[in-house]
Structure formats: structure tokens, C-alpha cells
């Protein structure tokens, strides 16, 4: 049809081009035919309607500007209404931004009165916030203060947490009127940064404004507000913690030195305020808010080292909460390693630490002795040194002129090893009177061991009735004078070093632990309210509505204890926890986590095993078990289960073997038991469980298996033991003995074949099995060809519908197109015929203009001669 359009198309160009005077029907014929073939073959376009207007996000009655058209241009005038201003940036579309909608106007409704909220859609492709903004997520908020901002809030979408922070912002710094507020705010656990700054002289003194900015900046930089600011207008106030000059800024470090900011090395400004506070920070625990997506946040934390983790409901509107300063309270004791008492840290906030009846005190606070025998370097001599050691922090306190309490077992521990090492200083006393010595810690060069000894023969030191046990337990320590008393009486003696009397352990303390064990731990706090999913994955109860759970996680050496959650989270309790895990030889045993959901069930096949079951059944001494280690997101796992299941199915009659699988991502096994990869398969024979089996590297497949079991059964290995153990007397031919032992062997060998045959008929069920599958295939394949001939079939009919009509339209196209050109044939004839016409009219009117000239020659000729005549 294509061809004879064409054909078509040819001649009336060939005809046109003899016939110029078609030009303009030819221009409106060809006009026409393309319009028709454009329509005739053209498709429908698809037609996208523009996006709806946006509507309010927020609902009218709360407190909310709501820029629901993107109009950022509006937000530069809003914010000059108020100091405070909380913008939201969201997206209609958004989950987090509607279910953060509830947040906002609960805020927005307390707040009102301080705050001014503003929301954006930043979504609406015509508004200005998509144009100027490129957020990657939603929604954000920025809070700004005057002219300071944005600080964004990373924090938990939750009303009490963005009150917390809003609030943060409007009062960025604390007022310190008084001493009591003074010896609050320097005993609270968390760091604190004091500015002295006096309003006398003028309503802003200088540097007022930067301090106020650099308390912004930390909450820019941490939105949990954990660096508190305050300021100080009172000189005799400022006084009291030796603050003299104006405009001076103080950091309160509890154990460390309190520091000043050196305005004379770097500048005065708020970015290098903030910068100096965090890097001279001092912090006992820290609290973890994942946000809640894909963060490495606790992975990072826990890759440091030994941690303990502490998950309490917190609500960050309360004014008190007494669970989290016992926390903070243990926290600061087991840091305090110059075993400051907690009374000192308001006494030198006052500057009374600096009196010297405060240095006595502090002098026979602070010192403990414990009286030990060293004995000489040397094996070959018989005496040893009857040392008083004593632990202090100063050069010039004498031992024996103070009454010291005992020391406890870390403190001398690590007071004895520094002895050991150092024992050469030991042996010039070799004489009955006593001298002392100091020496250095070997752990922390600050603090000085004072050992006063003197040199006793070893049979006094030997004489086990110097001081009975009792009295060693009672007291915790051997006064140095009943060492002079026991060259008077005999009847006393002191123990030796290497006796395990000498140093009781009562004591479950945590002072300044961290700088005694090795086993240091960092302190981290939880929201349960809103981590609650890691303390279940770590072994807390999902069903607990205390919400309460602690716990001792370690990544690098694999150790994870929980505390009793029967026990209460208080400051005794937690000490002992903690004093159990840092001691050498640990009481606490790892704790395993196992799958709570899954239940067993005892007519199933497969038995499912946890934690909890891990013991009754696979390590029951009357059962082969076969345990199969899988994960739920290991594929090669899942494409065993069939296996696994005719694997039951065979040894299902059979009540000596149990095939049983653990999903070992949910459930935490001795170490013993543990495997390092996926799929694991070991098999536990009933009289040897500590001989397990690891399924060599071979095709998990049925036979493979079968094979296996029945190799490492108990049954065949006892009756082999059983064979080897007792070799049997030679049998006399035709004998009873003999007959019953070939019928033995026939026996045997038919039960060869039977399992032959059973295998081979597994084999052949299992080729009949892929029969049908591949048949089953092929007619899901069938089914789909037909299904797809109908499908071509029906476009078949459409298209042949289609030419069809395609084809009476171009036929209709060639008639008119035909009539057209038998038209312009006419035309053609009657322009012919109109041509010799105007030719035969031209004609007669030149002979017509011939005749009038001539007539008109002749009538001048005429009066020519008539005139001449005349003359």
C-alpha cells in the first residue's frame, strides 16, 4: 500500500513539473496527505497533569507559621519577631516529617509564649526553600538565637527531648546567685565552665556576649547540652573559687586541675572558648542516642575497649533523677584515683582545700598501710624485711605518725608489684631498727608508696602464732607496732607475702579503680524508652516494664555479663558488679544470649534449638544428634532445608538419632560449641559429646549425610569397640558356632543390600522426584506458551483490524487524490482552450489598431492636400 502511494506521489510530481500551473493545488494536495498520514499513523502522547497546590501541614488552632508554599523570603521578617526561633523544613510526603508533626505542636503550644515556630515545605518545586535549600533528608530543624544560628537538632523526635533542647537555647547560661547555687552547680557530675562577668558598670560588659555565644556553640556542636555554662556577677562570689579579674572564664575539673582560659595565647572568641572547654573535658560516663537509621555508633564506642552499658528511663524534663546520679555517683568513684572524697569537691570549689588543717585532714584520709614480709633477693639468706607499706600522695608524710586504715586488695596488689620489681631498694635493711623509704607507683607517677622496714630472722617470720588469722580478717591490716612486739613475745608473728591471709577481701568499693585493674571500663547510659532493643538483644527481657538493664559488653576479648535484673540498679549492687568483673580471677560467667520467640516443638521433624534447650537436647547421653548451624541471612542455608528435611525423614523411625538445627545469629553457645562459618554441620554421638564431629568438606546432600551419621553413630562404634576388645577363639568347622556364624554373615550382607537397594531407591526417588519436577516444568511452560499464542493471537486479529481500516482510509486518500487529479486535467484543458482564445482576441484587436492607423493616415493625408490647395 506504501509502494502504490508512492507510485502515486511520483506521477503527480512528474505531472506538475510538466505542468507548472498545478503548483498551488500540488502545495494544498500535499498538505493535506501529510496531515492525514501524520494523524493516520501518529500515537497518543502521554499527558502528565501538573502536581496539586500544597495545603497546610499543620493544623490552623496551633501556635505554627505554616509556609506551606515554600516562601523563604518570608522567614528573614518572621524571625525578627522573637529571640528564639524554631524552623521546621519538612516534606508533605515524608514519614518522619508527619509523624514529627505531633512533636512540633506539642513543643509549639508550651513554648509559644518564647518561641517563634515557623514550618516550610521545602518539597513544592515552585516555592524558594527547593530552589535555595539542598536538604538530603527530612525534616530538619534549625533553631537560631538572635542573630546566632542555625544550630540543628540531632536529637530524638520526641517532645520532652526537643523541649529540653529548646529550652537549652533560650537559657544558654546559668545565673549563679549564690553559694548554694555555686556548690551545686560545681558538684554536679557533669563538666561546667564558669564566666565572671560584672553588670555594674554597664549592661553589657565586654566579653559578656562571647561567653553567651561559646555556651551556643557547645550545644551547636553537642545537642545534649553535656558542657554546662554559667556566670558570675558577684565579686565576693568570685572570690570564693579565686577569680579575681573580669571576664575571666573557669572550668571545673573534679579531679584534674580547674583550668582558665589563657586569653594570652589564644583569642578571645567564642569558637576558641568551645574549642578549649572540649578538648580540656573531663568525663566519667557519656550517654549513646543512636538516631535510629544506619549509624556505626555503637560499634565505634565498643571497639574501644571494655564498656559498661546502663539502660534507664530517663525523662529529660525532670529535675531530678536519683537512678542516674547513683550511676554518675559510681562512675566518678571508680575514676577518682587520688581517692578524693566527694565532700572535697564542694570544700575546694570554696578554696578551703588550701588550709592547712585541710592538708592534715586530707593526709590522714587519704593514707592506708597494711603490714607485709618481703623476703631478700637472695635464696641463700634466712631473714626478711617486716615492711609497714603505705599509700600516699606526698614525700613528707611519715607513716608511723598516722592512724591509717587498711588498704584494699587492688591498692596493695598493685603496691606489691611495684615492690617485687624494685627489691634491690630493700636490701640495705639489714639491721633491727626501722628506716622508710618512698617510692613511685609503677601505674601512676603522682602517687608514692612508704614502706618502713626492718630485717627479722626467718624463724620469728615463720612462727605462725605471732597473729592469728582472725585477728587479720578483723581488722584488715597489721599495725607496725605489733611488729616491733613480736621480738619480745614470739607467741605474735606477721604473715608472709605469699600467704593468701594477708590481704582480706571484703571490700567491694570502686575508688579509683580505673587506675588499679587493667580491665578499664568506659560508662555509657541508654534511654530505654528509646533503646530498648539493644538491652534485648543483649539479654534483657523484652516483656520487662521496669525498663531496667545492666550490662558489661567487651567486642575485642568476646566477654558479655549481665547483672541480675532482679537486683536494683543502685550504687551497691553496681559496685559489686563491677568490683566482680575487675578482680584477676573474674566469678561472673559470660552471659548467653538466646532466641526467645522461637519455640520448640516436640513433634516436628526438625527439633529447633535455643540457648536455653541447647543442653537437653543435644547433649542428652542417650541420643545421636545431628546439628545443623544456620543464620537467617545466609542463602546457602535456606537452600539446605530440603536436605535437611529427608534427612529426618529418614532416620525418622529411628529414636537414637535426632536431627535438630540452631539459628546461631539469635543464640550464643559455649565457646566450645561455637562455629566460625555457615553452614555448619557437627554430630554429637551419645556416648562421646565431647567428641563432636564436623561434616567433612564433601556435597551436603542426602547419601553424603546418611553416610555420616551411620560412620559416627555410637552403635557402630561400640559394637567395633566391642569387636576389637575381645577377639573371638577360632570356631571348628561344621560346627553349630560355625553355621550360626556364616547365617551372621548372610544376615549381614543382606542388610548390605537392603541399604543398597534403600539407597538406590532414594536414588531412583529422587531422579522420579526431578522427573516430575522437570514435567511439572514443562507443563507450567506449556501453560505459558498457550497462554502467549492466545496473547499473539488476539494482537494478530488487532493489527490485521488495523491495516484493515489503514488501508480503506488510504484507499479513500488515493480516490480523492485521483479526482484531484482529473480535475486538474480539466483545468489544464479549459486553461488551453483559454489561451488560444486570448491569442485569436489579440489578434483581431492588432488588426482592428491596424485599420484605425491607416484610416486615420489617410484623413491627415486628406486635409494635408486640401490645406496645400488652398494655398
Request: hydrophobic letters at 35%; proline letters at 5%.
Amino acid at each position: 500500500m506504501q509502494f502504490r502511494l508512492r507510485l502515486s506521489l511520483r506521477q503527480l510530481l512528474i505531472q506538475m513539473a510538466r505542468r507548472p500551473d498545478l503548483l498551488c493545488g500540488a502545495i494544498v494536495l500535499s498538505c493535506t496527505l501529510i496531515l492525514s498520514v501524520k494523524f493516520a499513523y501518529s500515537r497518543a502522547k502521554n499527558v502528565v497533569s501538573p502536581a496539586r497546590p500544597p495545603v497546610r501541614f499543620f493544623s490552623p488552632s496551633a501556635p505554627i507559621i505554616d509556609l506551606y508554599l515554600g516562601q523563604l523570603d518570608q522567614v528573614q521578617r518572621l524571625k525578627s519577631n522573637s529571640d528564639v526561633t524554631l524552623i521546621y523544613f519538612y516534606a508533605p510526603w515524608c514519614g518522619e516529617s508527619i509523624s514529627a508533626r505531633v512533636t512540633i505542636e506539642q513543643v509549639a503550644k508550651k513554648l509559644s509564649d518564647q518561641v517563634q515556630f515557623i514550618a516550610i515545605n521545602c518539597w513544592w518545586n515552585q516555592g524558594k526553600c527547593r530552589k535555595q535549600k539542598n536538604f538530603y533528608y527530612y525534616p530538619v530543624i534549625y533553631v537560631y538565637y538572635r542573630r546566632f544560628g542555625p544550630i540543628e537538632y540531632t536529637g530524638p523526635f520526641t517532645a520532652a527531648y526537643l523541649e529540653r533542647f529548646v529550652r537549652r537555647v533560650i537559657a544558654p547560661l546559668v545565673y549563679i546567685p549564690s553559694e548554694e547555687r555555686l556548690k551545686k552547680f560545681l558538684s554536679h557530675y557533669e563538666p561546667g565552665v564558669l564566666g565572671y562577668f560584672e553588670f555594674n558598670t554597664s549592661p553589657q560588659p565586654p566579653g559578656y556576649l562571647t561567653f553567651l555565644m561559646s555556651a551556643l556553640q557547645a550545644l551547636k556542636r553537642d545537642f545534649q547540652g553535656v558542657l554546662r555554662f554559667g556566670v558570675i556577677t558577684s565579686r565576693q562570689l568570685a572570690n570564693r573559687i579565686s577569680l579575681t579579674s573580669h571576664g575571666t572564664v573557669f572550668m571545673h575539673r573534679h579531679f584534674n586541675t580547674s583550668l582558665i582560659f589563657p586569653r594570652d595565647a589564644l583569642n578571645f572568641t567564642s569558637e576558641n572558648i568551645c574549642k578549649w572547654a572540649y578538648e580540656n573535658l573531663e568525663l566519667f560516663y557519656r550517654w549513646l542516642r543512636p538516631h535510629g537509621g544506619k549509624s556505626r555508633l555503637m560499634d565505634k564506642e565498643l571497639k574501644k575497649g571494655a564498656a559498661l552499658l546502663v539502660f534507664l528511663p530517663f525523662d529529660p524534663l525532670a529535675e531530678s533523677q536519683p537512678q542516674i546520679d547513683e550511676v554518675a555517683d559510681v562512675a566518678l568513684q571508680y575514676h577518682n584515683c587520688n581517692r578524693i572524697p566527694t565532700l572535697s569537691l564542694s570544700l575546694e570549689a570554696m578554696g578551703i582545700m588550701t588550709s592547712p588543717e585541710y592538708s592534715a585532714f586530707q593526709s590522714s584520709r587519704f593514707l592506708c598501710c597494711n603490714t607485709v614480709v618481703i623476703p631478700q633477693w637472695h635464696s641463700v639468706s634466712r631473714k626478711h624485711n617486716v615492711c609497714e607499706l603505705c599509700i600516699n600522695h606526698s614525700l613528707s608524710i611519715q607513716p608511723t605518725k598516722l592512724e591509717a586504715g587498711h588498704c584494699q586488695f587492688q591498692e596493695m596488689g598493685a603496691a606489691l608489684d611495684s615492690f617485687y620489681l624494685r627489691e634491690h631498694t630493700f636490701t640495705r635493711f639489714m639491721s633491727p631498727n626501722v628506716e622508710c623509704s618512698n617510692i613511685h607507683d609503677l601505674h601512676n607517677p603522682f602517687r608514692y608508696y612508704s614502706a618502713c622496714c626492718k630485717t627479722v630472722n626467718t624463724s620469728l617470720a615463720n612462727n605462725k602464732a605471732f597473729l592469728h588469722p582472725s585477728a587479720i580478717w578483723r581488722h584488715g591490716y597489721i599495725p607496725f607496732s605489733q611488729v616491733k612486739e613480736a621480738h619480745k613475745d614470739p607467741q605474735n608473728i606477721v604473715p608472709h607475702i605469699e600467704d593468701d591471709i594477708y590481704l582480706p577481701f571484703r571490700t567491694t568499693s570502686v575508688t579509683g579503680l580505673k587506675c588499679i585493674t587493667n580491665k578499664t571500663l568506659h560508662f555509657y547510659l541508654l534511654d530505654s524508652y528509646l533503646h530498648w532493643t539493644f538491652a534485648v538483644r543483649l539479654g534483657a527481657s523484652e516483656n520487662d516494664t521496669m525498663k531496667k538493664f545492666v550490662t558489661i559488653v567487651n567486642l575485642p576479648e568476646e566477654i558479655h555479663h549481665v547483672l541480675d535484673q532482679k537486683e536494683a540498679i543502685k550504687k551497691n549492687p553496681l559496685e559489686a558488679f563491677i568490683h566482680n568483673y575487675s578482680v584477676p580471677y573474674s566469678p561472673l560467667k559470660r552471659h548467653l544470649v538466646g532466641d526467645t520467640n522461637s519455640e520448640t516443638l516436640r513433634d516436628t521433624l526438625i527439633k529447633e534449638v535455643t540457648t536455653k534447650t541447647f543442653n537437653d537436647t543435644v547433649m542428652d547421653p542417650e541420643k545421636d544428634v545431628l546439628l545443623f548451624y544456620y543464620t537467617q541471612w545466609c542463602g546457602f542455608c535456606s537452600v539446605l532445608n530440603h536436605v535437611l528435611i529427608q534427612l529426618a525423614h529418614f532416620f525418622q523411625f529411628n529414636k537414637m538419632v535426632t536431627v535438630s538445627r540452631i539459628n546461631a545469629a539469635k543464640n550464643d553457645l559455649p565457646w566450645e560449641y561455637m562455629v566460625d562459618r555457615f553452614p555448619t554441620i557437627l554430630f554429637f554421638p551419645s556416648d562421646r559429646k565431647h567428641s563432636s564431629v564436623k561434616f567433612p568438606d564433601a556435597p551436603i546432600n542426602l547419601p553424603n549425610l546418611v553416610r555420616f551419621v551411620i560412620r559416627y553413630s555410637s552403635r557402630r562404634s561400640s559394637t567395633e569397640v566391642q569387636g576389637q576388645a575381645a577377639p573371638n577363639p577360632p570356631i571348628k568347622a561344621g560346627s553349630l558356632q560355625a553355621q550360626m556364624l556364616h547365617l551372621e554373615n548372610e544376615v549381614n550382607k543382606l542388610r548390605r543390600e537392603v541399604l543398597t537397594l534403600q539407597l538406590a531407591k532414594d536414588q531412583l526417588s529422587r531422579q522420579l522426584s526431578e522427573v516430575r519436577q522437570e514435567k511439572r516444568q514443562l507443563t507450567i511452560h506449556a501453560h505459558t506458551l498457550e497462554k502467549r499464542n492466545t496473547e499473539l493471537q488476539l494482537q494478530g486479529n488487532k493489527l490485521e483490524k488495523l491495516y484493515e481500516q489503514k488501508k480503506q482510509e488510504l484507499d479513500d486518500t488515493v480516490e480523492k487524490l485521483q479526482e484531484l487529479a482529473d480535475a486538474s486535467e480539466n483545468l489544464l484543458t479549459e486553461n488551453t482552450l483559454l489561451k488560444i482564445l486570448m491569442a485569436s482576441m489579440k489578434e483581431e484587436r492588432k488588426a482592428a489598431l491596424t485599420e484605425t492607423s491607416s484610416s486615420s493616415d489617410e484623413h491627415l493625408l486628406e486635409k494635408s492636400a486640401s490645406q496645400r490647395e488652398e494655398l
